[in-house]
């Protein structure tokens, strides 16, 4: 195996032995070896393609990210709770198209991800050749709002982007 192939896929290695030992609920040396095995069986049978990472990571952003997707989860819950206890409004629904502006998997992964975690809205297509996530959204009634949930959505993007994103993927952002 390449060196330098090791090294990038080094960290989803990682990842698999610490979800099986999440998933076992288990922090033991046989817990570990076991995810070690495990890992070293999936990345051999299951010949998946190398995901590239950028990198970069910048430790600013990547703050920035998780506190204001904390503050996203609470505002988000506290909003879909009263929109159902409300009984003097309904909240309306819309299903939405978001281009993105980066051309990277990992990213619009991490995007839908994002997005779907969020309550109120819900990815419920991605579109890899157009990098289009299409998304269901809740408490929508206007134009205006459908704008602002679009909008939602490309700031995760650049939050993202500017945490983990290649330097070419920071730029394109940052231009947009």
Not at 16 to 24: S, T
Not at 55 to 80: D, I, P, Q
Not at 106 to 112: E, Q, S
């Amino acid at each position: 195996m390449n060196l330098k192939r090791f090294w990038r896929q080094l960290p989803f290695f990682v990842w698999l032995v610490a979800l099986w030992m999440l998933l076992w609920g288990q922090f033991t040396p046989l817990a570990f070896l076991s995810g070690v095995v495990v890992a070293v069986v999936v990345t051999r049978v299951f010949r998946l393609p190398p995901v590239e990472l950028s990198g970069r990571v910048n430790l600013w952003w990547g703050l920035v990210f998780v506190v204001t997707f904390l503050g996203a989860l609470v505002r988000g819950s506290l909003t879909v709770a009263w929109q159902i206890v409300n009984p003097f409004r309904y909240p309306g629904t819309a299903v939405i198209a978001v281009p993105l502006r980066t051309d990277d998997d990992l990213i619009m992964t991490h995007v839908g991800v994002t997005a779907s975690l969020i309550p109120g809205s819900l990815i419920l297509e991605a579109d890899r050749e157009r990098r289009i996530l299409y998304l269901h959204v809740v408490g929508v009634d206007s134009a205006t709002d459908l704008e602002m949930q679009r909008a939602s959505v490309l700031r995760w993007e650049r939050r993202i982007v500017m945490a983990v994103g290649s330097r070419a993927q920071v730029e394109a952002v940052r231009a947009a």
